[in-house]
């Protein structure tokens, strides 16, 4: 992405580039139906997490290799002048938000022992794959969304 913005800072996006972005956005949205399917199945068996220690060292690992991944990025589009970039530097923060309701939910279960915190936990993921999902295919469309679910411009 950034040796095609950087040749070609005009150029709209390739058939490529679209198919790759509603794979993501269809990704999304299943993910977002399964973490749905899952935490209702958890609500009405009353399932309870057997351990949270992966969590905390998945979630632990992301928050840091994220925020370095936007340190990165937010460096190489400043240094090309590429608003695209630093908009997905933005939208990488997503991810940092994702981990933070993972690593609150587990280290909430761990403290309390309260099972149903993991289906709550479930909510905010689904909130945030839903609006990733909405972005990549507004991308796709040539739409620019915001990593709010905002439209911003038509391209």
């Not at 992405?1 to 390739?14: A, G």
């Not at 908009?87 to 981990?99: F, G, H, Q």
Request: net charge neutral.
């Amino acid at each position: 992405m950034v040796l095609r913005i950087h040749q070609n800072t005009d150029t709209p996006r390739s058939q490529f580039e679209r198919t790759a972005l509603r794979i993501t956005g269809t990704s999304f949205y299943l993910l977002a139906v399964g973490l749905a399917t899952t935490a209702i199945y958890n609500l009405f068996t009353a399932h309870k997490p057997t351990t949270t220690l992966p969590a905390l060292v998945i979630s632990l690992v992301s928050i840091a290799v994220m925020w370095a991944l936007v340190m990165g990025k937010r460096h190489v589009g400043r240094t090309l002048n590429s608003s695209p970039i630093l908009a997905d530097a933005n939208c990488t923060l997503v991810c940092i938000y994702m981990s933070i309701v993972l690593l609150a939910s587990s280290l909430i279960f761990q403290f309390t022992g309260f099972g149903f915190i993991d289906s709550l936990g479930a909510l905010g993921l689904i909130y945030f794959s839903i609006n990733e999902g909405k972005e990549a295919f507004g991308k796709a469309a040539g739409v620019e969304i915001d990593c709010c679910g905002e439209d911003e411009h038509k391209k």
